[in-house]
Every structure is written in C-alpha cells, then in structure tokens.
C-alpha cells in the first residue's frame, strides 16, 4: 500500500510516517517511481509505535525496543529501561491523582460558604 493508504488506515499523518522512516521505526520499498510501498503488516506496526509514544518512550527507545517486540526477544537491560520507565510512568500518575484531588477540594471550598456552610449561587 502506498503512503497514503497506510496514513488513513491508521489515522496517523503522512507526515508522521515519513518522521518514523527517518528515525527507522518503519521501513518501506520504493517503487520505480519512488512511491513508498508498505506491506499490510505496517499498519499494526504503526499502531504499536503510536501507543509506544504514548506511553511517553522517546523515538530513540522505541527504535531499540521494536525488534524485541517484533521477535518477542528482549535483553535484561531493555527490560530494566522499560521497567524504569513504567515507574516513572506511575509516579505521574500519582502526581496526577493527587493534584486532581486537590483541585476538587479547591472546587468544594469554591462553591461553599465557609462561614454558613451552605452552597454559593453561580454569578
């Protein structure tokens, strides 16, 4: 299929397919005009890149863990990267938590008369 093609079928843009070329996360054949062609087999590819970027892996990470998902082969280290990364994932969602339950203690105070208790008419 050609750029075009894959580009709609994964709701991704050309210009997104053509970046992931540049940083060797997804490869294509040329045709004698020079039109890119990509197997059926890139769209999953493609959605496996999307999801890897946004888990928040940078292209660099992506591009060395492709082949060990691809082959389902993964050394120590990567493994400890990625486990490394899942905590730091984590840990922002506890920051997140923890700043969207302080935003609905805000909220509360904010449609509450702290001095009767009762609640404040929208203005």
Avoid: F
């Avoid at 990470?61 to 486990?83: D, M």
């Amino acid at each position: 299929m050609r750029i075009g093609e894959l580009a709609t079928r994964t709701s991704v843009s050309v210009r997104a397919l053509r970046y992931y070329e540049e940083q060797n996360l997804l490869a294509s054949e040329r045709s004698p005009s020079g039109q890119r062609q990509y197997p059926d087999s890139a769209v999953d590819r493609v959605h496996l890149i999307q999801q890897l970027y946004a888990a928040g892996l940078p292209s660099k990470s992506i591009a060395e863990l492709l082949p060990c998902v691809v082959n389902g082969e993964a050394t120590p280290e990567l493994l400890a990267r990625l486990s490394a990364e899942h905590d730091r994932i984590d840990s922002r969602i506890g920051d997140l938590v923890r700043a969207r339950d302080r935003l609905g203690i805000v909220i509360a105070a904010a449609t509450t008369n702290w001095r009767t208790g009762e609640r404040c008419r929208p203005q």
